[in-house]
């Protein structure tokens, strides 16, 4: 889910011993059980294939190259079947029902709850019999196996992650119940087709078959990827075991949905009203701009930033300026606690739904014959689970140090502020001290900077460094697709000679009462040379970039902090890779197929640009007199990039690793609680310990509604592979436009162009030279000196 951008600049005193580190060796990628080789993940029959969510549709005809038609029959489809088909979905149905029109791009604006239960249960009916045909008519080749599957799959990727983003973006009671209702049909289809045994046997023969050497290197790694993918979804089971996997599928599925609900609702249900500025002392007015608009929004009409009334919510616009600014520290703590414990009480306590997602992971990895879930998670990644444990554990070596530092330096300069609790900082006193002492340090103010960083000079500038990285031209295409929101923003991607090549879609802003927190980038449609329609060679790539960031306030635009800076650079890595992608394969196109630990490289690869001086000028400029960022400002934000880079090292390692211990070690219903394993991995983790009372595990979807179960150590293996690739850059010459270009034409051909086709190690080699090091990593966190010393 490319779900949420990471918040760590890290060190790795790790790999200090060799250039060439084993994590990223070769001969590192195992698979249990060992009789299968290491394998890939594909959407085909991966329920975890989740940067977010898919989607398409618009009555008018456009340059996508492919119009989305659910119902149209690949040639193997014989009438007799299409007719049982079609006496069952009736024509007022078809014509009515936007799932199941035509379309170039999807009719966003138009889908409601009404058309889910019956546009889905057509479309399933439509697809088994489609499937059932295959099945009879399968032979082990490229057209009469991976073409008809890849249009069934895409069918239903389209239709539902239309419904399932709608949800994300655009949420109410009534499409959540359309959608619970629908769910188990939509998951008994795909296990049905993740269990096809005709499908899985063709499969093997076209790998054990004489041609086998003859494929493409993108071909033979599908193939792989459905075999493992195959095996992992239960195909070797016998019949009892199989029907016991399969309601844990479908257990599993409800689970996640209804933890990412909770989260959503016990967000929203908390609101502070604040009559008394008094209270909210210290706040900047951009925040108290939003206060106030909040409080508008809830029936307090006369409310302004000056006299309030204000509402303050646990958005994370909301949220963090009190967290960063308020002097009232029993705010502060109100603010933090609600935080820490949404979801943990009440109807919405996601206990009870965490303990048995555990409980049905570790059946679900021993049925499968895995020791526990994290090496069922593994098999489809780069790492080993020892792999993984060894990076989290010997970064958090390099860390720790840092981060005590970190904190007798806070202690310190509250100290110094005459602060009454000074020697007692805790959670909800650190980031409103931080943020002094780097006021302090740098004479940097993140308010100050917010009126440089306006998202429509963003937004240019950002497309301009995708210009010179990379060839392309970004231009407006509003009007061209349906969007669900007006804030919601489109775009059209063109190449050097002025042709389209791909589309995304942007939705910036926080709206707490419908939308879910966090930034994702997803796809709505791959690229695919199967899914083309006639008379074009190839379906173009359409994605979406989600953010949560400050909306604008009264007539100003959204003005940005420099983290949400950071955020949409980072999303916007993902689209690239997304859109650039030159794989025709549609099942392993752009981010399909790529392992998820490599996943991350893109991302935080854009994220190094936020710092690169000719880029941070193009952006920042003052929205009202146009003046550009000053250059002694611009040198304090290079100084700050590594303020306490030890204590946000450790926050997302306390997060990396207990996923992996919940995954590895915890017996759910044994003698530690959740929690209680929570408290001992923070131990070691943070150097604050955590309150008793602490729930976050509640509220952390990334791995219980999210796609990094047993993976959210990607974030750091990815920061290894993205900082050495920015290094390639620094080595060409920052400063050398010609260099910068060639070099980012290399970036685009290998990691943005070859997508899940070949294996990320592979791809990176092919891009540097060599495989990764870990010292880029370390110099651009400032603990290189610390780790060769360490």
């Known amino acids: 889910m490319l779900m949420a951008t990471p918040t760590s600049r890290a060190s790795l005193n790790l790999l200090r011993r060799s250039p060439k580190p084993k994590y990223f060796s070769s001969s590192s990628c195992q698979f249990r059980p060992s009789t299968f080789r290491k394998?890939?993940?594909?959407?085909?029959?991966?329920?975890?294939?989740?940067?977010?969510?898919?989607?398409?549709?618009?009555?008018?005809?456009?340059?996508?190259?492919?119009?989305?038609?659910?119902?149209?029959?690949?040639?193997?489809?014989?009438?007799?079947?299409?007719?049982?088909?079609?006496?069952?979905?009736?024509?007022?149905?078809?014509?009515?029902?936007?799932?199941?029109?035509?379309?170039?791009?999807?009719?966003?604006?138009?889908?409601?709850?009404?058309?889910?239960?019956?546009?889905?249960?057509?479309?399933?009916?439509?697809?088994?019999?489609?499937?059932?045909?295959?099945?009879?008519?399968?032979?082990?080749?490229?057209?009469?196996?991976?073409?008809?599957?890849?249009?069934?799959?895409?069918?239903?990727?389209?239709?539902?992650?239309?419904?399932?983003?709608?949800?994300?973006?655009?949420?109410?009671?009534?499409?959540?119940?359309?959608?619970?209702?629908?769910?188990?049909?939509?998951?008994?289809?795909?296990?049905?087709?993740?269990?096809?045994?005709?499908?899985?046997?063709?499969?093997?023969?076209?790998?054990?078959?004489?041609?086998?050497?003859?494929?493409?290197?993108?071909?033979?790694?599908?193939?792989?990827?459905?075999?493992?993918?195959?095996?992992?979804?239960?195909?070797?089971?016998?019949?009892?075991?199989?029907?016991?996997?399969?309601?844990?599928?479908?257990?599993?599925?409800?689970?996640?949905?209804?933890?990412?609900?909770?989260?959503?609702?016990?967000?929203?249900?908390?609101?502070?009203l604040i009559t008394d500025k008094k209270e909210i002392e210290g706040l900047p007015p951009s925040a108290l701009g939003l206060f106030a608009q909040a409080a508008v929004s809830k029936g307090h009409e006369n409310a302004t930033a000056e006299n309030g009334p204000w509402i303050i919510t646990l958005d994370a616009p909301s949220y963090l300026p009190v967290m960063q600014h308020a002097k009232n520290r029993a705010l502060r703590e109100e603010v933090y606690r609600a935080y820490l414990s949404r979801a943990s009480s009440g109807d919405l306590d996601n206990t009870a739904i965490i303990d048995q997602i555990l409980k049905l992971r570790l059946e679900k990895a021993k049925l499968l014959g895995y020791n526990n879930y994290a090496e069922v998670s593994m098999a489809m990644k780069m790492a080993t689970v020892e792999k993984a444990a060894e990076l989290l554990e010997k970064l958090c070596s390099a860390s720790w140090d840092a981060a005590v530092q970190d904190m007798e330096d806070l202690k310190s300069f509250a100290k110094d502020q005459g602060a009454a609790e000074s020697d007692s900082l805790t959670h909800w006193d650190t980031t409103f001290w931080s943020e002094r002492l780097r006021e302090s340090k740098y004479d940097i103010n993140e308010e100050e900077l917010r009126p440089y960083f306006s998202l429509p000079k963003v937004m240019d500038g950002l497309f301009s460094l995708a210009k010179t990285l990379f060839g392309i031209d970004i231009e407006p295409a509003d009007g061209l697709a349906p969007v669900w929101n007006n804030d919601v923003r489109f775009y059209r991607v063109k190449d050097s000679s002025g042709n389209p090549i791909a589309y995304f879609y942007f939705d910036p802003y926080s709206r707490p009462s419908e939308k879910r927190g966090g930034a994702w980038m997803d796809e709505v449609v791959s690229r695919s040379r199967v899914m083309a329609q006639k008379g074009s060679s190839v379906r173009l790539p359409v994605a979406h970039m989600v953010c949560n960031q400050t909306p604008p306030v009264g007539d100003k635009p959204s003005l940005m902090t420099f983290r949400e800076v950071e955020t949409v650079f980072h999303e916007f890595g993902h689209a690239l890779q997304h859109m650039l992608t030159k794989q025709d394969e549609g099942l392993v196109a752009g981010i399909r197929n790529i392992e998820w630990d490599a996943v991350e490289l893109p991302s935080q690869f854009m994220e190094n640009w936020c710092y690169h001086r000719d880029t941070l000028m193009s952006i920042a400029k003052h929205y009202e007199t146009g003046e550009t960022l000053p250059e002694e400002v611009y040198k304090k934000l290079l100084a700050a990039r590594t303020f306490r880079a030890g204590s946000f090292s450790l926050r997302q390692l306390k997060f990396a690793?207990?996923?992996?211990?919940?995954?590895?070690?915890?017996?759910?219903?044994?003698?530690?609680?959740?929690?209680?394993?929570?408290?001992?991995?923070?131990?070691?983790?943070?150097?604050?310990?955590?309150?008793?009372?602490?729930?976050?595990?509640?509220?952390?979807?990334?791995?219980?509604?999210?796609?990094?179960?047993?993976?959210?150590?990607?974030?750091?293996?990815?920061?290894?592979?993205?900082?050495?690739?920015?290094?390639?850059?620094?080595?060409?010459?920052?400063?050398?436009?010609?260099?910068?270009?060639?070099?980012?034409?290399?970036?685009?051909?290998?990691?943005?162009?070859?997508?899940?086709?070949?294996?990320?190690?592979?791809?990176?080699?092919?891009?540097?030279?060599?495989?990764?090091?870990?010292?880029?990593?370390?110099?651009?966190?400032?603990?290189?000196?610390?780790?060769?010393?360490?």
Not at 181 to 197: A, C, M, N
Not at 713 to 728: H, Q, R, T
Request: proline share 8%; charged share 25%.
């Open 657 to 790: 690793s207990v996923d992996l211990e919940l995954h590895t070690k915890y017996v759910p219903g044994g003698p530690e609680s959740i929690y209680d394993v929570d408290q001992r991995v923070s131990v070691k983790t943070q150097v604050i310990p955590p309150l008793p009372e602490d729930r976050f595990l509640c509220s952390f979807s990334h791995i219980f509604a999210g796609g990094y179960a047993a993976g959210y150590y990607s974030y750091k293996w990815a920061e290894v592979l993205s900082a050495d690739a920015f290094s390639a850059f620094e080595d060409a010459g920052l400063d050398d436009i010609k260099a910068v270009k060639e070099t980012g034409q290399r970036f685009r051909d290998t990691i943005l162009a070859l997508g899940g086709g070949r294996a990320p190690l592979k791809v990176f080699v092919e891009f540097r030279g060599r495989e990764p090091s870990p010292e880029p990593l370390l110099r651009h966190n400032g603990l290189l000196a610390a780790s060769a010393s360490a």
């Open 39 to 272: 394998s890939y993940p594909c959407p085909i029959w991966s329920s975890s294939f989740s940067f977010c969510l898919p989607p398409p549709r618009s009555t008018t005809s456009t340059s996508l190259s492919s119009s989305f038609r659910p119902f149209s029959s690949p040639p193997s489809m014989s009438s007799a079947a299409a007719a049982a088909v079609d006496s069952v979905i009736s024509e007022e149905t078809l014509s009515s029902n936007p799932l199941l029109q035509d379309f170039d791009f999807p009719p966003f604006d138009s889908v409601d709850a009404s058309h889910v239960r019956p546009g889905i249960r057509a479309l399933l009916q439509h697809l088994e019999a489609e499937l059932e045909e295959l099945e009879k008519s399968v032979e082990p080749s490229w057209p009469n196996l991976v073409e008809p599957l890849e249009k069934i799959v895409d069918r239903l990727t389209v239709v539902w992650g239309m419904i399932n983003h709608l949800k994300a973006v655009k949420d109410t009671p009534e499409l959540r119940a359309a959608i619970e209702d629908v769910q188990p049909e939509k998951v008994k289809f795909q296990l049905r087709l993740g269990q096809s045994k005709p499908i899985y046997n063709a499969f093997k023969a076209i790998r054990e078959s004489p041609d086998w050497s003859s494929l493409s290197e993108a071909r033979q790694r599908l193939v792989e990827a459905q075999i493992k993918e195959a095996v992992l979804i239960g195909i070797a089971l016998d019949d009892e075991k199989r029907e016991e996997f399969n309601k844990i599928e479908q257990e599993l599925e409800k689970l996640s949905h209804k933890f990412s609900e909770n989260v959503l609702d016990a967000t929203k249900k908390f609101e502070k």
